[in-house]
């Protein structure tokens, strides 16, 4: 089929409005907006002004009352504990109904926050859904961060109630969460009303009198009574969730989602953008706690009537490197989205694919894949070995969506390797130097979309509306600063080459070097510290970090490396994947003091640099060099 792409995108340049509003007739709202877009809300406007909805209900409910109740709606596969569970429709309406029951039993309401600290189970979407019910405003937390993140989540949130499990499994060893959700609420200034927790029968944990409820206890006795809620109608412009994403520093910025436009531009992208009919599988294998889970394991395929996979497993050593394949062979799964790290792990195990071939993969039409730059290697590994399709898409937490892609529902547009494709409807992407001038096509610079965001872009920051500006909209104005640098080609394709900020990318997780070196810098004998993104052939990057200790201070390195990688798991979390601490005796800096994070980064990588004309001692690069060398980092 040839590419209906180009007619879609100028359908929408031309009537941006008619363009959204046909969009929003795929969803059933309560009350309808009175304006499409009203552009005096908010900073840059706002979508669906005046509509009433429930995500929830468009999520489940609908679907039941069309006749779909015995549709599969989740799929629980978790190699981990060797379980494969199902819920229809139907199931999963009463099982999140009862929740919501609970849950306003004790005492969230439209507009009250609940945390949910979770793994890879069926309750952590129930969740989700659950606060969609009511109206409640969700903001889940990836369980591979520890207490410290968690906590700090919890002190901005303030939420009601913190939905929690007592352990989440990786391959061979068994995480308790309870220790680090109450050293969280411990440290954190705001303190929820209840924690509701999920006994899991690898490790059940102690639950505390007058605080802690069990999951199974509460919500299954509601269950057995029949008991529920209805959908509360909420503003299409009320925040449906907060998503904390990695910041320049410390302190996580709470993107905000507000409910009308995300729910519009999920299902939109559900059958333009992955091409999928209602009934069928669809698989984002990420995890609820980042942007991909929330829009595609919970939130997309659900509206379009797909069922989701739920996979508590990883991409291999669960059991090997045919987990996937596995998977979209049990249960018939026709598109898969996942990182390019995950293909990188699985072409290293598998290099000639034998694997696939013991699988019947009839079902499966595309591949998807996100959330890091795809190398045109793994990219083509992966083509030649499935025989099908590879869509690389491009986007953010603050967008919710694919802010370009190859649309497939369309008919796809011949692939760029490297390119994530182009924009698609709703975003106007430029580039732009660092004085706000377009580049030339195949020029290199900041890559801005002009304001304002379509249907699911972020209102703003929880809590934060100075951040917001200052991070989002002071630099280009009039534009959204992605913080990615890339070029836009001849023929409108886009390539994604760096983050402009402190952002590294390890394993498709977005994480701070700010934020690592706020944690390393608190060990009392570090005098100062920078840490960079070192290129890593399976992860895409690897944090490296390099100190000064005090003056004074006569430590052995290996001693000292084992404390920081210590603290910075223990105040981060496992996923920061932080292994590696040189020491050296000074950081080079420009003479007015400001660490040249870059021009490490470009030493680690054996990436030629340009001597900064403003460098205080070009000597200190030299050391950087040699401290590389001494662990066998550079050649
Ligand atoms: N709870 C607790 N710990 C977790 C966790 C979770 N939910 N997820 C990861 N971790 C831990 C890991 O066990 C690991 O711990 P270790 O240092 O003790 O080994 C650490 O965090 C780093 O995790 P990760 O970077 O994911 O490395 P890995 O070796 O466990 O797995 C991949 C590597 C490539 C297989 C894995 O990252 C993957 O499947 N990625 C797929 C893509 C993805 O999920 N992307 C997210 C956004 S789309
Ligand atoms: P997150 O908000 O966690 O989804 O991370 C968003 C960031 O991941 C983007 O700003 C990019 O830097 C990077 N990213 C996401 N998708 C791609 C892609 N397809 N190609 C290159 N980088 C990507």
């Known amino acids: 089929m040839s590419s209906r ?3 879609t995108y100028a359908a929408w340049q031309a009537d941006p409005q008619g363009f959204w509003g046909k969009a929003a007739e795929q969803i059933d709202w309560f009350t309808p907006a009175t304006s499409v877009f009203n552009p005096d809300i908010g900073v840059y406007g706002c979508w669906f002004d005046g509509a009433t909805c429930n995500t929830c209900y468009n999520c489940l409910d609908r679907h039941v009352e069309a006749g779909h109740g015995e549709r599969l709606a989740l799929i629980h596969d978790s190699p981990v504990t060797d379980t494969v569970v199902r819920f229809t429709f139907a199931e999963a309406t009463a099982r999140v109904s009862a929740l919501a029951h609970v849950l306003r039993g004790l005492g969230v309401e439209k507009g009250d926050r609940v945390i949910i600290y979770m793994p890879m189970v069926p309750e952590a ?3 989700m859904l659950a606060c969609a019910r009511l109206g409640a405003i969700h903001s889940v937390v990836f369980g591979g961060f520890a207490a410290n993140e968690l906590a700090t989540r919890i002190e901005d949130a303030a939420p009601k109630v913190i939905l929690s499990a007592s352990c989440g499994i990786e391959p061979g060893r068994v995480i308790a969460y309870k220790p680090l959700l109450d050293e969280a609420i411990e440290t954190a200034a705001q303190k929820p009303d209840t924690c509701l927790i999920l ?6 944990c102690d639950l505390i009198d007058g605080r802690d409820v069990d999951y199974a206890d509460i919500v299954g006795s509601a269950l057995a009574a029949g008991q529920g809620t209805e959908c509360v109608p909420v ?3 009320d925040p449906a969730y907060i998503l904390y994403t990695s910041g320049t520093t410390g302190q996580p910025k709470g993107v905000v989602r507000d409910t009308g436009g995300h729910i519009v531009a999920l299902k939109w992208s559900m059958a333009h953008h992955y091409g999928l009919k209602p009934g069928e599988v669809f698989w984002a294998a990420s995890d609820v706690g980042w942007v991909v889970g929330h829009s595609y394991i919970c939130y997309g395929p659900l509206l379009h009537g797909c069922a989701t996979v739920i996979y508590e497993g990883k991409p291999v050593g669960t059991p090997d490197a045919g987990a996937f394949w596995r998977v979209i062979q049990d249960h018939k799964v026709a598109a898969l989205f996942t990182a390019p790290t ?10 000639t694919g034998k694997l696939i071939d013991d699988y019947d993969l009839s079902y499966f039409r595309t591949l998807f894949l996100a959330g890091e730059r795809s190398d045109p290697a793994t990219i083509q590994w992966a083509q030649e070995k499935l025989d099908r399709p590879v869509i690389d898409h491009w986007w953010q937490t603050e967008t919710g969506w694919a802010m370009s892609g190859n649309p497939v529902g369309l008919g796809a547009f011949p692939i760029k390797l490297g390119s994530p494709g182009k924009p698609m409807p709703g975003y106007n992407i430029h580039v732009l130097d660092d004085a706000g001038n377009p580049v030339p096509p195949g020029t290199l610079g900041n890559i801005v979309c002009k ?8 209102p703003t920051l929880w809590n934060a509306p100075e951040r917001f500006l200052k991070s989002y909209m002071e630099d280009f104005p009039g534009y959204y600063a992605t913080s990615d640098a890339g070029i836009i080609d001849e023929d409108g394709y886009i390539f994604i080459m760096a983050r402009t900020d402190d952002i590294i990318n390890v394993a498709g997780h977005r994480l701070s070097t700010g934020a690592m070196e706020e944690v390393i810098a608190s060990h009392p004998e570090i005098a100062e510290c920078a840490v960079v993104g070192k290129a890593d052939a399976l992860k895409g ?3 490296l970090g390099f100190y000064v200790t005090n003056d004074g201070v006569a430590r052995n390195a290996t001693e000292l490396e084992k404390e920081l990688v210590q603290l910075v798991r223990a105040k981060i979390g496992a996923v920061a994947a932080f292994k590696t601490a040189l020491p050296v005796l000074r950081l080079p800096k420009t003479r007015s003091g400001k660490v040249l994070r870059g021009t490490m980064q470009k030493i680690a990588d054996g990436e030629h640099y340009k001597m900064p004309a403003a460098i205080d001692d070009p000597a200190i690069l030299t050391e950087i060099t040699d401290a590389l060398k001494m662990r066998n980092l550079i050649g």
């Open 235 to 237: 503003a299409a412009t």
């Open 541 to 543: 990057q690897m944090p």
């Open 125 to 127: 979407v129930f969740g």
């Open 451 to 458: 304001l304002p965001l379509p249907p699911s872009g972020f």
């Open 199 to 204: 006994q899991r029968d690898a490790l059940t």
């Open 342 to 351: 995950a293909f990188r792990a699985i072409r290293k195990a598998d290099p």
């Open 5 to 7: 792409y180009a007619e």
